[in-house]
């Protein structure tokens, strides 16, 4: 499986915007896939994922202003981001996996599949 992000810019504060996440190859419905995210001089860090293709799970940092989606016809999957702030900057991943269990999903060790970075700037 081969991943693609894109969907970065710059944004000031407040603003929004979507990321997205194609799969090169059929990805199983059932597959974890989730968005990580890295900030310079700091350890990438969960965002959200959706856990077997069905339960939305999210960083508390982000709960109420990032929605995470996927897309099985399209094999994509999608991060609106609402209300951005500054700290909301970082390179962001997403990632897969087929059998990754729920207590391991917010550590990124745990993930087979990754896709390059995307960068988000959110000034203030």
């Known amino acids: 499986v081969q991943l693609q992000a894109s969907g970065g810019g710059s944004v000031q504060a407040g603003g929004s915007l979507t990321l997205s996440c194609a799969a090169s190859?059929?990805?199983?419905?059932?597959?974890?896939m989730a968005w990580f995210r890295q900030a310079p001089g700091k350890r990438r860090e969960f965002v959200a994922a959706?856990?077997?293709?069905?339960?939305?799970i999210y960083a508390d940092s982000v709960k109420g202003r990032f929605t995470i989606s996927r897309d099985n016809a399209k094999n994509t999957l999608y991060l609106q981001m609402a209300s951005l702030k500054p700290e909301d900057s970082a390179e962001y991943y997403c990632?897969?996996?087929?059998?990754?269990?729920?207590?391991?999903?917010?550590?990124?060790?745990?993930?087979?599949?990754w896709g390059q970075g995307t960068l988000v700037t959110v000034s203030s």
């Open positions: 959706v856990f077997r293709g069905v339960d939305l």
């Open positions: 190859r059929l990805t199983s419905r059932r597959s974890t």
């Open positions: 990632a897969a996996d087929a059998t990754i269990i729920y207590s391991s999903i917010f550590t990124d060790d745990n993930y087979d599949y």
